[in-house]
């Protein structure tokens, strides 16, 4: 506690709060040359007194006022307590410690609720007994700590002639410095526990102020009432204010009225509750009228018996954060924009591309019917040479009917609804392999393993796991035994199905070429087909949510990996 007090006493002078003292005297003259001083200087600053008697001053209240001159209409006043060592210190007898400190504790908070400054004691240790010293030792130091924290100082007086010098020392380092006569005239003994003490004060306040004010974040220490009791400079620097300004404020008169009601309800349901809040946004007002948001914490701050004393909040300025939000906010506004575009155009490409491949496939039917009549009924009219050109017209009117017909169903493919269902992998595996086997002019041996089951629409997944398979067959169909394995690696959340060959493999440096529409990593003389059942794979793999890769070497078979959700 900060703010000196007046002694009294011309030796020991001003003292702050929390100062535990003693006395050792040889006479009642040197208690009362001491005590009246002292008390009276309590009365005359607003301060409780109380005197806890024994020999050789009279236990009795009126008694010991008359050895304490000007006193006796203090006690008539209750501004002065005289009780008995007794009633204060014993229980049935012997010193009762616990009984001791929270009749202290009580006392500071009855006289501070009563407008007073705050208490001042002496007692007269002359009742101590040789049993009790021990215990009544500890408490003396216990009570050195525990004053810190009150609006209290004490000044205990012990009779010299009863102590032995072990006795004396230990009396000394218990209290902060000690009072004694010395050829004559009272001296002051300074005990080199509080030195040490108070230098360990200094050296924590020190690193203390320092961390306080390097933190970047504000820091404000308030009342119960809400008024601000200490700041660092990080928060007065956010707010526009000096020291002197914001400690006549409440947090109150720094929020928005749009703001007060969430406050009065954090405290309410969060801080009186569990003694500290969430982490939650209000705003404060500048000294120049201007608004900031802010992220606040706080924590309540309990007095020694669990009652509410005051609270400390962290405040964070979160104007860069709110301008980045709302620049975050317009950017997606912007891109859903973009986004909503692109569909647009995506959806206008699918039905130019449905549209043309539906127009052409008519008149290519045409060409391809005339040119099979014209082979059939005036083959004998032509010659070989015109033979092989309506044997060219026919092909490449086949061929593109390919083409047109691959683009159809990759149209599809974006334009559908998806239905999913679970689909019996192993199944559909073995179905596939079956099939293909038939149209195979060469017995293929597929290898199936035991295949977990997948989830998705089954039309959508035959048709990639068909591409896969025959693309497998097509390729391997070189070798004298071709096979295909068809396999699951299962991850974390998806299944990691393959299809397996020992065909001919493909170069990993064109591996970006696999999926694209149209492309081919082999000429069309040594392989048939349009190049466009890998990108038909991609696109239904990537409508379910999976991705799909192939790796291979040349001449060493390939293997093309595709995830499912489970």
Same mark, same amino acid.
């Given at each position: 506690?900060?703010?000196?007090?007046?002694?009294?006493?011309?030796?020991?002078?001003?003292?702050?709060?929390?100062? %535990?003292?003693?006395?050792?005297?040889?006479? =009642? $003259?040197?208690?009362? /040359?001491?005590?009246?001083?002292?008390?009276?200087?309590?009365?005359?600053? &607003? /301060?409780?007194?109380?005197?806890?008697?024994?020999?050789?001053?009279?236990?009795? *209240?009126?008694?010991?006022?008359?050895?304490?001159?000007?006193?006796?209409?203090?006690?008539?006043?209750?501004?002065?307590?005289?009780?008995?060592? /007794?009633?204060?210190?014993?229980?049935?007898?012997?010193?009762?410690?616990?009984?001791?400190?929270?009749?202290? =504790?009580?006392?500071?908070?009855?006289?501070?609720? *009563?407008?007073?400054?705050?208490?001042?004691?002496?007692?007269?240790?002359?009742?101590?007994?040789?049993?009790?010293? $021990?215990?009544?030792?500890?408490?003396?130091?216990?009570?050195?700590?525990?004053?810190?924290?009150? =609006?209290?100082?004490?000044?205990?007086?012990?009779?010299?002639?009863?102590?032995?010098?072990?006795?004396?020392?230990?009396?000394?380092?218990? %209290?902060?410095?000690?009072?004694?006569? !010395?050829?004559?005239?009272?001296?002051?003994?300074?005990?080199?526990?509080?030195?040490?003490?108070?230098?360990?004060?200094?050296?924590?306040?020190?690193?203390?102020?320092?961390?306080?004010?390097?933190?970047?974040?504000?820091?404000?220490?308030?009342?119960?009432?809400?008024?601000?009791?200490?700041?660092?400079?990080?928060?007065?620097?956010?707010?526009?204010?000096?020291?002197?300004?914001?400690?006549?404020?409440?947090?109150?008169?720094?929020?928005?009225?749009?703001? !007060?009601?969430?406050?009065?309800?954090?405290?309410?349901?969060?801080?009186?509750?569990?003694?500290?809040?969430?982490?939650?946004?209000?705003?404060?007002? #500048?000294?120049?009228?201007?608004?900031?948001?802010?992220? &606040?914490?706080?924590?309540?701050?309990?007095?020694?018996?669990?009652?509410?004393?005051?609270?400390? @909040?962290?405040?964070?300025?979160?104007?860069?954060? =709110?301008?980045?939000?709302?620049?975050?906010?317009?950017? %997606?506004?912007?891109?859903?924009?973009?986004?909503? *575009?692109?569909?647009?155009?995506?959806?206008?490409?699918?039905?130019?591309?449905?549209?043309?491949? !539906?127009?052409?496939?008519?008149?290519?039917?045409?060409?391809?019917?005339?040119?099979?009549?014209?082979?059939?009924?005036?083959?004998?009219?032509?010659?070989?040479?015109?033979?092989?050109?309506? *044997?060219?017209?026919?092909?490449?009117?086949?061929?593109?009917?390919?083409?047109? @017909?691959?683009?159809?169903?990759? @149209?599809?493919?974006?334009? @559908?609804?998806?239905?999913?269902?679970?689909?019996?992998?192993?199944?559909?595996?073995?179905?596939?392999?079956?099939?293909?086997?038939?149209?195979?002019?060469?017995?293929?041996?597929?290898?199936?393993?035991?295949?977990?089951?997948?989830?998705?629409? /089954?039309?959508?997944?035959?048709?990639?796991?068909?591409?896969?398979?025959?693309?497998?067959?097509?390729?391997?169909?070189?070798?004298?035994?071709?096979?295909?394995?068809?396999?699951?690696?299962?991850?974390?959340?998806? &299944?990691?199905?393959?299809?397996?060959?020992?065909?001919?493999?493909?170069?990993?440096?064109?591996?970006? #070429?696999?999926?694209?529409?149209?492309?081919?990593?082999?000429?069309?003389?040594?392989?048939?087909?349009?190049?466009?059942?890998?990108?038909?794979?991609?696109?239904?793999?990537?409508? %379910?949510?999976?991705?799909?890769?192939?790796?291979?070497?040349?001449?060493?078979?390939?293997?093309?990996?595709?995830?499912?959700?489970?």
């Amino acid at each position: 506690m900060t703010g000196l007090r007046k002694t009294g006493i011309d030796v020991m002078g001003d003292v702050p709060w929390g100062t %535990h003292s003693c006395q050792f005297y040889r006479y =009642k $003259k040197d208690l009362t /040359e001491t005590l009246a001083p002292y008390m009276k200087a309590g009365l005359d600053n &607003n /301060e409780l007194c109380v005197l806890i008697t024994a020999n050789p001053l009279d236990t009795k *209240k009126a008694g010991a006022a008359t050895a304490l001159p000007g006193l006796r209409t203090a006690v008539r006043d209750g501004r002065l307590k005289i009780i008995p060592h /007794e009633e204060w210190y014993l229980d049935n007898g012997s010193f009762n410690p616990s009984k001791a400190c929270g009749r202290w =504790k009580e006392l500071h908070r009855a006289a501070v609720s *009563k407008g007073f400054d705050g208490v001042r004691a002496a007692g007269i240790m002359s009742w101590l007994e040789r049993k009790d010293w $021990k215990a009544f030792a500890d408490y003396e130091k216990d009570l050195f700590l525990s004053l810190g924290g009150l =609006k209290m100082i004490c000044v205990c007086a012990y009779p010299l002639a009863r102590l032995a010098a072990a006795e004396v020392i230990e009396v000394v380092s218990n %209290h902060w410095f000690s009072l004694l006569r !010395h050829e004559g005239a009272w001296a002051v003994v300074e005990s080199p526990d509080r030195r040490k003490a108070e230098e360990k004060i200094l050296e924590s306040e020190r690193r203390y102020r320092g961390l306080y004010e390097s933190i970047r974040d504000g820091i404000i220490r308030m009342d119960v009432g809400g008024r601000i009791v200490d700041c660092n400079d990080a928060f007065l620097g956010m707010l526009g204010y000096a020291m002197d300004e914001i400690r006549n404020m409440t947090f109150l008169d720094l929020t928005p009225r749009r703001w !007060h009601e969430l406050n009065k309800t954090i405290i309410r349901e969060q801080l009186m509750t569990r003694g500290y809040s969430d982490e939650y946004e209000k705003e404060y007002a #500048r000294r120049d009228g201007s608004i900031i948001p802010v992220s &606040n914490r706080t924590w309540l701050i309990r007095d020694d018996d669990g009652r509410p004393a005051g609270m400390w @909040s962290i405040v964070r300025d979160i104007t860069p954060q =709110k301008m980045a939000e709302e620049q975050i906010t317009w950017l %997606h506004i912007e891109l859903n924009s973009q986004i909503k *575009k692109l569909e647009e155009a995506n959806a206008e490409l699918e039905a130019f591309n449905f549209t043309l491949a !539906h127009d052409l496939s008519s008149p290519l039917r045409v060409i391809d019917g005339f040119s099979k009549m014209i082979e059939k009924y005036y083959r004998d009219v032509l010659d070989e040479e015109g033979r092989d050109f309506i *044997k060219t017209i026919r092909s490449s009117a086949q061929k593109m009917g390919m083409f047109i @017909s691959d683009l159809l169903k990759l @149209s599809r493919l974006s334009r @559908s609804e998806i239905t999913i269902t679970e689909i019996d992998m192993s199944g559909l595996a073995a179905a596939l392999s079956a099939e293909l086997n038939a149209a195979s002019e060469k017995t293929i041996e597929f290898r199936i393993a035991a295949l977990p089951a997948a989830r998705g629409q /089954e039309t959508l997944i035959r048709q990639a796991l068909f591409n896969l398979m025959s693309n497998a067959v097509k390729f391997s169909a070189p070798r004298e035994r071709p096979m295909v394995e068809i396999g699951c690696l299962g991850t974390d959340g998806e &299944n990691v199905y393959y299809v397996r060959d020992n065909g001919v493999g493909f170069d990993m440096r064109h591996a970006d #070429r696999l999926f694209g529409v149209f492309k081919r990593l082999h000429s069309e003389s040594e392989f048939e087909g349009t190049g466009a059942g890998l990108a038909i794979v991609k696109r239904v793999v990537q409508r %379910h949510g999976g991705r799909v890769w192939g790796e291979g070497k040349v001449g060493q078979g390939a293997t093309f990996y595709f995830t499912l959700p489970r």
